[in-house]
Structure formats: C-alpha cells, structure tokens
C-alpha cells in the first residue's frame, strides 16, 4: 500500500495560507525526508517495488513543484 504522506504535508502547508517568506522557509518533515532517502537508496539498490516507484515519482512531482513556488516567493519578497 502506497502511503501519500508528501502530499498531506504539502497540502496541510499550502491550506496554512504561507506567507512567501514561509514558503522559503518549508522543509519537509524528518519523516518524509528519511522516506524519500529510503526509496532512492532503493533504487540504487534495484530493490524498489512498483508502488514504491509510484510513491518515488510524486515525491520528485511535489519536490519539483515547492522549487517552483520557492521562485515564485523569492521574486515576490525580492520585488
């Protein structure tokens, strides 16, 4: 079972209403940073199921999409 954990965090911060500096400012959890690191680590390894790869492909979709928000927010703060 894939779990979408990335996706709760992103959505609780966004519906927070952040500020463009909080956008700078977001990392993710401990615990999504320690699951993102397992499952490249088992990729290198040729260990990494179907669902795992799935749950690899939205971690690097929602990585990609905080890159662009924090750019965003930097010209916002940056004027």
């Given amino acids: 079972m894939v779990t979408y954990r990335v996706f709760d ?3 609780d911060f966004i519906t ?3 500020r463009p500096e909080d956008i700078l400012a977001y990392k ?3 615990a ?3 699951r993102l690191e397992l499952l490249v680590e088992k990729k ?3 260990l990494l199921s ?3 790869m799935h749950e690899l492909e939205q971690y690097l ?3 990609h999409l905080m ?3 924090k750019k965003k927010a930097k010209s916002q703060v940056n004027g």
Avoid: H, N, W
Wanted: net charge negative.
């Fill in 16 to 18: 927070s209403i952040p």
């Fill in 44 to 46: 290198r390894s040729g």
């Fill in 50 to 52: 179907d669902d795992e």
């Fill in 28 to 30: 993710p959890s401990l």
């Fill in 61 to 63: 979709m929602v990585e």
């Fill in 32 to 34: 999504g940073q320690q």
């Fill in 9 to 11: 965090e992103v959505i």
């Fill in 67 to 69: 890159r662009v928000a």
